[in-house]
């Protein structure tokens, strides 16, 4: 029973590692995709997370401690080509007493074969909507695919393959996906929701409120989608000189990786004619003044360097000073601007913050756009 139940579980933690490192980003596509959040949008994306790790767990491991370790173990690799092998035996245990099937080991294989891809087939007709069809040839390629990753040993890091490759491995795990698709028609299964469905111009094409939580949703995306570029840049940099001939200025790489981000992210599409930062822009609001027209330039500039923006710029030049007194000072202050930028929205229900306050501006719906005429035409660049 240890050996059937290891495999879940280190599907469950690299799923649950993985939840935890690119959750927010699935949350900020799925928001700029529909509009809104859902929690039958998210339960299906994190169904879909831990069923592709436990695939993989269940497929792959255990792997070779190390390159060669399986050559030599006779029945190891190799490859079955003939079809449906298994019915001989399969008779023979029917012969023999019908509850012998449940005690062999090669009819429970291709039992367990055919239950690990059901979920496969419900998912793609439920979640990726690619109908029946679309499910099965999916279940195919994805049974072919990994039989290749078996044959290759794992396309070369071992040398030789680990695991007998066989075509009724293939054959059970489509014939899964099969009946998983027609499984994914009963109502059971309609409450998974997919990222296929109607997009949010069309589904939720009403103006929605902009409220506490959208708008700190949008500074928790801003804040990632942050990190995330510094440390792109940063590995990125590193990587370079690693293997480049005439390695980058370090000092470059440095000022790139703490200033380009916050300007990338959050400034420079904040002052575009979208008004809004790229979290923003993923919970659909924008800057505008109070007759609700998009925010002057002069006015966004000052309130974004009071928020979100002047916040990791803060951060980002205390980076590059290092422990000395200028970046003590310039982390005290960003502490200080971010603890005012969060304390203000926690406290303020209409989820203005203390930037907007400051400058006059508030948050609104980008579907929310003004009814004159007038109003549409300054609109048009930044709604589309």
């Known amino acids: 029973m240890n050996t059937m139940l290891w495999p879940g579980w280190i599907a469950i933690l690299f799923a ?39 695939l993989l767990s269940y497929t792959m491991l255990p792997l070779p401690p190390t390159r060669g370790d399986f050559c030599d173990i006779p029945g190891m690799g190799g490859v079955q080509k003939m079809p449906f092998a298994f019915l001989p035996q399969l008779k023979e245990a029917l012969l023999d007493s019908p509850g012998a099937i449940l005690h062999d080991a090669l009819l429970l294989q ?75 028609y009963l109502p059971v299964f309609a409450w998974i929701s997919g990222p ?14 902009v409220t506490r939580t959208r708008r700190m949703l949008g500074m928790v995306f801003d804040l990632a989608l942050v990190a995330v570029f510094a440390f792109i840049l940063g590995t990125g940099g590193a990587l370079v000189n690693n293997v480049a001939g005439k ?15 916050p300007l990338l992210v959050i400034i420079l599409p904040a002052l575009a004619p979208g008004r809004a930062s790229l979290g923003q822009r993923c919970t659909w609001i924008f800057a505008a003044d109070e007759s609700g027209y998009p925010a002057g330039i002069g006015s966004q500039a000052l309130r974004t360097l009071l928020g979100g923006g002047g916040f990791t710029l803060l951060l980002g030049a205390a980076e590059l000073a290092g422990d000395t007194g200028a970046g003590l000072g310039l982390r005290a202050t960003a502490f200080l601007l971010g603890a005012a930028c969060l304390l203000v929205v926690l406290l303020d229900a209409s989820g203005r913050g203390f930037s907007a306050r400051i400058t006059g501006l508030h948050f609104a719906d980008r579907r929310a756009v003004p009814a004159s005429g007038r109003a549409a035409g300054r609109n048009r660049e930044w709604a589309a």
């Open 196 to 209: 296929n469905e109607r997009v949010a111009a069309r589904e939720y094409h009403r103006p929605r409120p």
């Open 110 to 184: 291709v039992a367990l074969n055919v239950v690990l891809f059901l979920p496969l087939g419900v998912l793609a007709v439920r979640w990726a909507r690619v109908g029946f069809i679309g499910a099965v040839l999916l279940g195919g390629l994805a049974s072919v695919l990994i039989e290749t990753t078996q044959y290759t040993g794992v396309f070369g890091i071992y040398d030789c393959a680990y695991r007998v490759t066989d075509i009724d491995d293939v054959i059970a795990n489509t014939s899964g996906a099969a009946i998983g698709a027609l499984l994914a």
């Open 247 to 261: 390695p980058l200025d370090t000092n470059v790489l440095d000022v790139a990786a703490a200033l380009l981000p």
């Open 16 to 54: 649950t590692l993985f939840t935890a490192a690119a959750g927010v980003f699935l949350l900020a596509m799925q928001y700029h995709r529909h509009g809104r959040l859902s929690w039958r949008r998210s339960l299906a994306s994190v169904t879909v997370i831990l069923y592709l790790f436990g």
